[in-house]
């Protein structure tokens, strides 16, 4: 068993609405054939891949495979093949076992995926990271034949820094995104597309502290036309022996071209952590403002996180 996460959770949106979730459950199988070669299989939730609101309107929230690749470590990096983390950024990198609050708006608004089918090289020398990875960008079978491109690059000090920049690019045809009603940055999803977005993250990690600042900047390219849209977020995490408490703030404005439609979001949990701090259960507690009309989507979050994995202080990405 490589990875087992259990986070059953319940929560209250306004103005009257209540769910059960299994949240971000998984369970991972890894198989080395000997010290170079592996593979890993993981089932969970298909909302998990993250498929980009590029080409679907709807998450997937049926049971299946979300990781199924091979490994291949030799003294020049890591190759990996099939379906895998994209990881773009910090965040990206964060696996569900190490999840304290849910995700930023860059993924609750579907804008990068979380995993996908393709290729992927990393390789890290003192102290620096480089990763590179072309996939299909459909979190699945290519419908319209498109790759797309993730890369980050980056510097940390094991102790208390991550700091790097990342970015991805692709295009999209009308044969995969015509029923998504896709409106990011005004597109026309019956018309092909050209994406690109980037940006820079840093990871503070001093003593019990975690601070985590990351952003990106996109642009949409179709009919000769440039627009852009953006997301970022600032978190703060302090983890003590028996309790932590965590802050977010977010960030997302789908289009610059126009006023009153950007979202900001303030997200605060609390909660109670076993000796090992593989059982964690907290409550999260999630503000939303929008510019133009308020709409009522508070959020209040009960998640009880059960996990054999100990917690990383800066997850391995």
């Known amino acids: 068993m490589d990875n087992l996460v259990i986070r059953p959770q319940f929560y209250l949106i306004e103005p009257a609405r209540a769910d059960f979730q299994l949240g971000e459950s998984l369970f991972s199988v890894r198989w080395d054939m000997d010290a170079k070669i592996g593979a890993v299989f993981t089932m969970g939730s298909k909302k998990l ?9 709807s998450v997937n929230e049926d049971l ?29 990198g964060v696996g569900e076992s190490d999840l304290e609050l849910p995700r930023s708006l860059l993924y609750q608004r579907r804008l990068a995926p979380l995993r996908d089918v393709g290729l992927s090289y990393a390789i890290d020398h003192n102290n620096y990271f480089t990763r590179l990875m072309v996939h299909n960008g459909e ?10 491109y993730t890369a980050r690059w980056g510097w940390s000090d094991p ?12 295009s999209t045809k009308p044969s995969s995104t015509a029923s998504s009603g896709d409106t990011l940055a005004g597109v026309d999803p019956s018309r092909e597309a050209q994406w690109r977005m980037g940006g820079p993250f840093i990871i503070w990690t001093p003593h ?6 990351e952003g990106y900047q996109g642009e949409l390219v179709q009919l000769k036309q440039v627009r852009k849209f953006s997301a970022a977020y600032l978190n703060m995490t302090y983890t003590g022996r028996k309790w932590f408490f965590a802050v977010r703030l977010d960030h997302f404005d789908p289009n610059h071209d126009v ?13 109670l952590l076993s000796a090992r701090r593989t059982s964690r259960i907290f409550l999260v507690a999630t503000k939303q403002f929008e510019v133009g009309a308020q709409r009522p989507n508070d959020e209040l979050r009960l998640i009880w996180h059960l996990t054999p994995q100990l917690p990383a202080k800066v997850p391995e990405l």
């Open 49 to 57: 891949l993250g498929t980009t609101v590029h080409y679907t309107n």
């Open 64 to 92: 299946g495979f979300i990781e199924a690749y091979g490994e291949f470590n030799f003294d020049y990096g890591t190759i990996r093949a099939g379906l895998q983390p994209v990881i773009l950024g910090h965040e990206g």
């Open 139 to 148: 979190s699945g079978a290519n419908q319209d034949g498109r790759p797309w």
């Open 159 to 170: 102790g208390f820094w991550r700091v790097g920049i990342a970015g991805q690019t692709g």
């Open 208 to 213: 019990n502290w975690r601070v985590g600042l």
């Open 259 to 271: 006023d009153r439609d950007v979202e900001h979001q303030i997200s605060a949990g609390i909660g």
